[in-house]
Nanobody, 128 residues
Framework: QVQLMESGGGSVQAGGSLRLSCAAS???????MGWFRQAPGKEREGVAV????????YYADSVKGRFTISQDNVKNTLYLQMNSLKPEDTAMYYC??????????????????????WGQGTQVTVAS
């Protein structure tokens, strides 16, 4: 059983930065781990995915160049560094995991974030 707990959300001005953290427990090696977000009245949107086995990363076009996903295998923690934030980034952000992980599965999770496990979420609000 995988358990995920997010932290680090908050409110910032446009152009600001936030770093989200996700503490993971359970077996997450060789998983796809990532972040998706959901704004009120909108569908889930895949943000970023990392293959924990090899470290390959994948990003949605909307965040490419601004967000960075990373992992600390010693601390079993996933991060999302978000820079140059925009009001349209406002959403609840969820940490998520899926097994097994392949390149095709990682890319599909960006299009349709139907991960098998996810946390409670952390709110990110970007003011204009």
């Amino acid at each position: 059983q995988v358990q995920l707990m997010e932290s680090g959300g908050g409110s910032v001005q446009a152009g600001g930065s936030l770093r989200l953290s996700c503490a993971a427990s359970g077996y997450t090696y060789t998983s796809c781990m990532g972040w998706f977000r959901q704004a009120p009245g909108k569908e889930r949107e895949g943000v970023a995915v990392i293959a924990t086995g090899g470290g390959s990363t994948y990003y949605a076009d909307s965040v490419k160049g601004r967000f960075t996903i990373s992992q600390d295998n010693v601390k079993n923690t996933l991060y999302l560094q978000m820079n140059s934030l925009k009001p349209e980034d406002t959403a609840m952000y969820y940490c998520a995991a899926e097994r097994p992980c392949t390149v095709l599965r990682a890319l599909s999770l960006l299009q349709r974030p139907d991960f098998g496990y996810w946390g409670q979420g952390t709110q990110v609000t970007v003011a204009s």
